[in-house]
């Protein structure tokens, strides 16, 4: 009875998508049991969750310690602060920054590769596909110590090897050089992670029906040219997923800075989480609620400027996007 | 096809090197469960050459491996599930409902995504402690429910929306309530959307260390990152323990999924057509 | 700057919160405020003493972070439990940075804690102002320690906690790499550290592994580096109070002494981790590990068997100059939570602690001294040690600082200039970050 044509599947694939056919004015009230639905989320979510948050906020404009009976009211003194007074904080938001791009870019693009490789359903696939997969699942305890263990210029994996090849000269400081420590915190976030992306790529790429494939063949399109005018446009919904929430994920990186930039971490890996959760342990309560209010409006900004800028990349390569 | 050559040596060259990147960490994991530490340090890319299982002993018996490897499954399979079932519930009902309403109901709820962790954790612990909900792994399960509802929201709203009017104004016609219509035409459109967003949650709640670190204080609540925080001593990280520590605690895992996968990526192609 | 406080902090207006949620608002106007100066906070001024006399029952959960020592603790409970068989104690143990930030709000509520250890310095003072802490108030519980080695954990005249670990933070050498490089007595100045560095480097050793990446144990070597080059014993304070600057000349001179110890630490300092730092010294491929004697106990389960000892750099260039021969702290503050339901039970722990055959138990299981009196080392490194205890050592400067970003700020200075950077410049740059910390407050 309900049909599963190709033309409603394609659409379906596309996410945040046209929302045809939902806001005609008037001609449709939605049912009064609906609005049950979304009901038991929000409760908990609002219970649990907002409240605590916002009263967290309210301290924001304070100066509690976290502790105290008794506190004053600074107004905007906190925030301003930490606009041009800080630079503690400046520093954790440049490598965020610097993080983000580094884990966005390489971690998208490697999961884009693992996918397409390995996005048919042989034996070898599936057993590499749980391979990529096994970091994901560990705990980011497991994985700080671990690439500790490698990067350590004496006693680590790296070092050692390069010194055992002749390559002593190559020799880095890995986490204890000042300007590549955010980089090197990039290739293990991008470790643990790029598994988790795959997936969700494998899944856009194998709801592409294989008819395009073959019609773009007879159309005599090349490898690359498949890639561009087919799957990537067809993908976009996944890209979207993959690259907003690598961003989100970049930023909220926190137990595996910890691990392996210590606690608190060095200046050359200290992030907005950490550094927000350094500024609690300093007993600077109001002052981390500024700067977690800060922290949530740069994430909230800097997901619009790429949702933006994904739409514009894929209305150029492909289907027009809305 | 064009290309042969060049394409497929660049697939396994890349490959290769993907590979190499991240079997080589796992292999100096797996090799180190078996060494002691002076010998993990002096050659860590080699396979033991004494092997010893006594970390594995020592893991179990110090570590309460096995008690953490039950809480965190118990805490993840609940958080995921009610977050999944919550959040389903909510997209759909916000894909459903016309006018702002929805809008910022949906807003409200991926706002969520935005904010850290640790802004919200100290009050949440307060409110926890009243509610008598600290060092319980019931509260745990609450507490991550509410930290990963944001993004289930999220990737849930974006997949539900997309789904067109008509479909359901058919089911409608046939006399079909708006939960016929969530069982019957949403969830099993949406189950790419589902196991993606599933595996998202798992990810998350099962890795997650700061909720434990905060609310559980027990050793018999403990979830399994927590345990494995035990093996980083003051001034030694004794890293074959944690090694072992390791495997014990993803080996389960990454069978169940190895095996999962049929299903996975069948419940991932359902509705892709064929023709 | 001068609004007055507050006298009851207000949640966030009712109406406002209604408007912000709309329909949702029902629930959260039942969810009552849990802020600051909330019933979760222990009155502690109205609230009545902990009992401490009676018969000790009930579960006592000991809060703390050294997770090295849960099988010590163990043997030690078994015995107590002996001695009180209604009682028991659990271990709550948590990695010890992660121990500072979050132990506060589990121990307040009694959660967690009704024993609890603490750090010298800013936890130990959040706790005594949060009203934490019952006071010990016993002469004969306080009798069993050296009475100068427990000023750590008093404040105002009262004794809130008793440090109980007597560490010191003074690099540990390898006697058989200074037998063998010559030196059978410790240098006594600048010169003389550095001539022995040569002669250690001249055999093979690396002279000095310095755990430069890892930033709970990189500061250790600072103390020593100071203690003789401080114009005050404070100094740290002062650093933090702003009267002393890092700029200034004694501090900008401990940096550059930081820089001619470069060519004698191990290969690319600034990333090395403890655990290896550890590892290096116990395989005998360095001399002298720049932490402090609380190594010693790892060093020896690495497998190391040469005799230890401990040497501090001296950094004045006569031998007359030195104040200090090294630095020692007492960590480790025992305290009994005042909102504790096991009063009894709780204190005997403390007591039974306190006990120099139990405290000798510890101290020999841990390779550590302790702040208690008359106890009889067996260990063989404790014995070697002993002498330290009457030796001149200052109290460690670094637990001064009540101010993470100000310690870090000042710590990661030296790790600037072994990485390469210029002493001047690297004292300028932390001296930035602490003039807006201290505005920040």
Redesign the interface.
Known sequence: ??R???T??S???????????????GS?R??P??????L???????????????????YAIT??N????????VGLANLS?LAT????FRNAAENNVKLMFAVVIGQSL?AL??AL?LAR?TRAS?????????????????VA?????????????V???LRGIGLGSL????????SAAIYWLAVVQI?FHA??MM??F??GL??I???FYEAAELDGA??FQRFRYVTWPLIA?ATA?VT??TT?QSF?A??LV?GL???????SLDL??TR???T??????G???AE?LI???L??LV?IVQRRALRLLGSRTGEARP | MTNVSYSRWLRIGALTLGVLVILVPLLVVLFGTFKTLPQLFASPLSPPSHPTLGNYRQAIDQGGLGRALLNSVLVTAAAVGITLLLASLAAFGCARIPGRFSWAVYGLLVAGLAVPAQAAIVPQYVLFDRLGLTDSLPGLVLADITATMPTAVFILGGFLRTIPATLYEAAELDGAGPLRAYRSIALPLARPALATTGVFLFVIDWNDLLYPLFFIHSQGNRTLPLALLDFQGEFLTQYPLLFAGVIIASAPVIIVYVFAQRYFVSGLTAGATKG | MSPLPHPRPTALDRRGLLKLFGAAGVGLATAACAGPGGTTTPSTASAAAVPTTGTPKGSVSFAHWRSQDKSVFAELISGYTKKYPAASVTQDISPSADYQSSALLEIRGAQSGDVFAAFRGAQFSSFVKAGVYEPLTSGSLIGNYHSTLIAAGAQDGTQYGLPYELVFNTPVYNQDAFDKAGHTSLPTDWDGFLGLLDDLKAKGYTPLVWPGGDSSNNGQFLNTMVMNNAPSDQMFAEIEAGTYKTTDDWFVNTLKQYKQLVPYMQNLPTGTSTTSATEQFASAKAAILAVGSFEISTVRSLGAKFPVDLVAPITTSTAAAAKYEGVYNATFILGLNAATKVGPAAYAWIEYLSDPVNAGIYANGTAQHVTVADVEYTNADLKRIEPWLTKKTLLDPLYQFLNLNISAAVVNSTVSVVGGTDPEQAAAHAQTIIDQQIKIG
């Open positions: 009875m309900l599963r044509s190709s409603s599947r659409r379906s694939v596309s996410a945040g998508g046209s929302g045809r056919g939902r806001t005609r004015r449709r939605a049912h049991a609906l609005y049950l639905f979304p038991p989320a929000l409760a908990v979510y609002l219970v649990f969750f907002a409240y605590p948050t916002l009263q967290s906020f309210q100066d509690w976290g502790y105290s009976a008794t506190y004053r009211d602060t007074g800080d630079d503690l490697f590769a693992l490789f359903t599936t057993l590499l596909r749980a391979l990529f997969f096994l970091p994901t699942i560990m705990s980011s305890v497991a110590f671990i690439w500790q263990f490698v990067y350590d210029p004496d006693t680590g994996l070092d050692s090897a020799q880095q400081a890995f986490l204890g050089s000042p470790w598994g988790q997936v969700v494998i899944a194998q709801a029906p294989r008819e090349g490898a919904p997923i907003a929430y989100v909220k926190f137990d910890l930039g210590g606690n608190p971490p060095n200046s907005l989480s927000i959760y350094t609690f342990s300093n007993y600077q309560y002052y981390a609620a977690s922290f949530m409006a994430i909230a997901t």
